[in-house]
């Protein structure tokens, strides 16, 4: 076989806790990611469907808001976007339909 000219001793140690930190970091921001994602999907909801654009766009800067929160915050994550979320699907379905 040929000789790449790499041996046992020249090939680093994988450092498992930074791969941890690396990976807890990914699954954060991939919850928080979502849940931002499906709040702004329901102020879209919200603005179409109801015609209440002026509450779409205020849940869409609280989601930005909770989007942050939620991310610089290791124990909110994801709950902190829920919360406009919540407020959005609350909105669509307590709202009057548009004209």
């Known amino acids: 076989m040929a000789d ?3 041996h046992a001793g020249d090939i680093p140690q994988m450092d498992y ?5 690396t990976y807890k970091g990914f699954v954060h921001f991939a919850e928080v990611g979502t849940v931002a994602c499906l ?5 879209l909801a919200v603005g179409g469907a109801k015609g209440a654009w ?3 766009i205020f849940g869409t800067l609280l ?6 929160v939620g991310i610089a915050s290791k124990s909110l994550g994801w709950k902190a976007p829920m919360v406009p979320f919540v407020l959005l699907m609350l909105a669509l ?3 009057p ?3």
């Open 4 to 6: 790449h000219g790499h």
């Open 54 to 56: 002026g509450f779409a």
């Open 39 to 43: 709040a702004i999907v329901a102020a």
């Open 93 to 95: 379905v307590l709202l």
């Open 97 to 99: 339909a548009a004209h």
């Open 17 to 21: 806790a930074e791969h941890e930190r």
């Open 63 to 68: 989601t930005l808001v909770g989007t942050g």
